[in-house]
């Protein structure tokens, strides 16, 4: 038995049938520094409710899966050091040993296919890293698209990574890339990249309706929804690619490897771009569960 709790708006929620939206811990707890990770979490989960879907922030605390995270908890979560970092490997060791994790993309999609969850927003997924060819650092984000059957929406991927291989992983998994309203895929931090989108939908009801298809087709896996920043949030890839270089240097030159390379990556732009860098981050995750909370809408 998997030693499960839902929060009790999420339990009521499941109960009425209304619709839910999932959403990860890492980026709480290494995606951005508190107290901002807390407040941005707080006002994604109130985006959520504002477009009339309920929110279940996705987490292992002490050995259980907490599907939904009362404020308290969230406060909790956002101030802890050492927790865990939880992907498709390690979450069910990690409740095994009564242990505390925040989930990725990966374990989080996991944790909403078997709270029965089917929409899930974050910020950026993890990807095919800059010199993978070398490292091998491809991240489980990329395979659970490929084998669970969730629908995710994020801005894209982050330039740290390598975008154009990372959408040939994608394609080669046989994932659904759609970005929302545009022909380009967006590029995290700005609107457009310079590859193509595979797929474009410009409304909520249709990325609902190829999600159903696809169950119905027998296909596994879910879908990645790419929604560009807001334009008023976007970043110049001009001013960011020369700090995205150096924060990779500094990585390659301290010998970061494994999961400390994203956070790490991570935390260098935020204090490289003094704080602009999570301005747009927080803009564009709400504005992704703006989004998410729609398809939810359109799943009942
Ligand atoms: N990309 C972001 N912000 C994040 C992450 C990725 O722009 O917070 C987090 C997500 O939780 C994602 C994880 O699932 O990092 C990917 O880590 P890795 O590259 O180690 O798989
Ligand atoms: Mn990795």
Known sequence: MIPLHYAPEVEAAKAAGQPIVALESTIITHG???????????????????????????AVIAGKLHIGLTDAELDTLGQASNVAKLSRADMAACIATGGT??????????????A????????????????????????????????????????GAKAILDLPKTLEVLETLGVPVIAYGQDTLPAFWSRESDLAAPL??????SIAKAHRMRAALGVPGGQLIAN???VEAEIASSTLSPIIEQA?????????DGKSVTPFLLGRIFELTEGASLTANIALVLNNARLAA???RNLI
């Open 248 to 256: 990779l240097a500094e990585a390659a030159s301290q010998g970061i």
């Open 294 to 296: 729609q398809i939810a």
């Open 200 to 205: 474009r939908m410009d409304d909520a009801a």
């Open 228 to 230: 560009p920043i807001p």
């Open 116 to 155: 029965g969850i089917e929409v899930f927003a974050t910020g950026g997924i993890g990807g095919v890293h800059r010199g993978a060819e070398l490292s091998f650092d491809i991240s489980a984000d990329l395979q659970e698209l490929s084998q669970t059957a969730v629908t995710v929406v994020a801005a």
């Open 32 to 58: 951005m520094p508190y107290p901002q990770n807390v407040e941005t979490a707080r006002e994604v989960e109130q985006t959520i409710r504002d477009n009339g879907a309920v929110p279940a922030t996705i």
């Open 101 to 114: 994790g925040a989930t990725t993309v990966a374990a989080t999609m996991i944790a909403a296919r078997y």
